[in-house]
């Protein structure tokens, strides 16, 4: 289990990256996520018209906590790769051997 402490610090790296000039550029400049966007846009406005004003703020708040989670599933995903793929290359070859024995095991 991890402790708080290490979670705390966690989160606050999280929170550093969300807040970077370049992670913020990169939503802005995102072509898959500016369509994505644009999408929603036209979906909320449309459904402006029909949902009581109380209803479509719930609705907006949470869509924006699913991309938060969405966000910080993918944050913790990218660092575990990162780690990943740092400790197979520091140890080549185990990953040698590791290729070997699955390409004779699927034989």
Request: aromatic fraction near 4%.
């Amino acid at each position: 289990m991890i402790d708080k402490k290490a979670l705390s610090t966690m989160a606050d790296i999280m929170d550093g990256i969300v807040q970077s000039k370049e992670w913020a550029e990169l939503q802005m400049n995102d072509p898959g996520i500016k369509a994505a966007e644009s999408r929603l846009r036209r979906a909320m406005e449309s459904a402006r018209a029909y949902l009581p004003a109380e209803d479509y703020m719930e609705l907006s708040d949470a869509q924006t906590g699913e991309v938060s989670a969405h966000c910080d599933v993918a944050l913790l995903y990218g660092m575990r790769v990162t780690a990943l793929i740092q400790a197979a290359t520091a140890n080549p070859s185990e990953m040698t051997r590791f290729l070997l024995e699955r390409t004779v095991a699927n034989r």
